[in-house]
Nanobody, 116 residues
Framework: QVQLVESGGGLVQAGGSLRLSCAAS????????MGWFRQAPGKEREFVAV????????YYADSVKGRFTISRDNAKNTVYLQMNSLKVEDTAVYYC?????????WGEGTLVTVSS
């Protein structure tokens, strides 16, 4: 079975940085794109960033461009999200995602709280 586990969330001050990790298990994900989504209280889950299977292509939501960087280490079956210049509006639960043969798999999420 597929399992995704996020880590690295916490409480930070505006302008600070955090690095999130997503460890995948159950199968090898080196042939698939992986991404990050987030959901703030009272809002729908929204797209943040995605990275291609070989790490050569990335795409970001306009709200995080220039501040966040997605990367992956296929040898470790892990995807990362480096978050810099954090803003209060970045506060949300962040979820890791992988799509395999048309089916989406999600982790339980890790909470990021940015204080002013």
């Amino acid at each position: 079975q597929v399992q995704l586990v996020e880590s690295g969330g916490g409480l930070v001050q505006a302008g600070g940085s955090l690095r999130l990790s997503c460890a995948a298990s159950g199968r090898t994900f080196s042939s698939y794109g992986m991404g990050w989504f987030r959901q703030a209280p009272g809002k729908e889950r929204e797209f943040v960033a995605v990275i291609g299977w070989n790490g050569g292509s990335t795409y970001y939501a306009d709200s995080v461009k220039g501040r966040f960087t997605i990367s992956r280490d296929n040898a470790k079956n892990t995807v990362y999200l480096q978050m810099n210049s954090l803003k209060v509006e970045d506060t949300a639960v962040y979820y890791c995602n992988v799509r395999v043969t048309g089916m989406d798999y999600w982790g339980e999420g890790t909470l990021v709280t940015v204080s002013s």
